[in-house]
T-cell receptor, first 112, second 114 residues
Framework: NAGVTQTPKFQVLKTGQSMTLQCAQDMNHNSMYWYRQDPGMGLRLIYYSASEGTTDKGEVPNGYNVSRLNKREFSLRLESAAPSQTSVYFC???????????FGQGTRLTVV | GENVEQHPSTLSVQEGDSAVIKCTYSDSASNYFPWYKQELGKRPQLIIDIRSNVGEKKDQRIAVTLNKTAKHFSLHITETQPEDSAVYFCAAKGENTGFQKLVFGTGTRLLVSP
């Protein structure tokens, strides 16, 4: 039981490049989330998926797209990376309403 | 949408003292309030949570209180220890999409000095 697994753990991109951050959970959770963490800004919600087949914008969705491929996987895509997207990205999943979210180990992304 | 504010941003205490971190939320329909601890370089992990039908919950040295009328909840850590040093986040689950949207506060850096 691996929990929430994110790939890659580290990535350096040049401005304008695209990439997809992968996230998979093996806990049969319904909800999945993508957050970014910047110093002094806390964890800001980018997108979330309440269930398979649905996605919704969070607090900072601009510049990102997501895909809930199936119940296990929720990917985050940067179509044209910008230096402002340099951050640590966390994926998380949750079973339901009154339950905690479990986090992946994070992806440290640097855009130069 | 839901907005969660957290104070203070940093908190320094002496070992053995108590620490209190406060959060307010904007969506009166929010009904689940977790607290997370994040150590340097690691992922956030749940330390305690509370539902909207409960006013207080304790787990050893940690307690959370909720005031629904004021839309305010707090984390209390008693007898602090150096290993309590970390960043703490409050969060709230709101009404959007079946109460699945989890929004975090900006975090409190707690430093416990020996």
């Amino acid at each position: 039981n691996a929990g929430v697994t994110q790939t890659p753990k580290f990535q350096v991109l040049k401005t304008g490049q695209s990439m997809t951050l992968q996230c998979a959970q093996d806990m049969n959770h319904n909800s999945m989330y993508w957050y970014r963490q910047d110093p002094g800004m806390g964890l800001r919600l980018i997108y979330y998926s309440a269930s398979e087949g649905t996605t919704d914008k969070g607090e900072v969705p601009n510049g990102y797209n997501v895909s809930r491929l199936n119940k296990r996987e929720f990917s985050l895509r940067l179509e044209s990376a910008a230096p402002s997207q340099t951050s640590v990205y966390f994926c998380a999943s949750s079973p339901g309403r009154y339950t905690e979210a479990f986090f992946g180990q994070g992806t440290r992304l640097t855009v130069v | 949408g839901e907005n969660v504010e957290q104070h203070p941003s940093t908190l320094s205490v002496q070992e053995g003292d108590s620490a209190v971190i406060k959060c307010t939320y904007s969506d009166s329909a929010s009904n689940y309030f977790p607290w997370y601890k994040q150590e340097l370089g690691k992922r956030p992990q749940l330390i305690i949570d509370i539902r909207s039908n409960v006013g207080e919950k304790k787990d050893q040295r940690i307690a959370v209180t909720l005031n629904k009328t004021a839309k305010h909840f707090s984390l209390h850590i008693t007898e602090t220890q150096p290993e309590d040093s970390a960043v703490y986040f409050c969060a709230a689950k709101g009404e959007n999409t079946g109460f699945q949207k989890l929004v975090f506060g900006t975090g409190t850096r707690l430093l416990v000095s020996p």
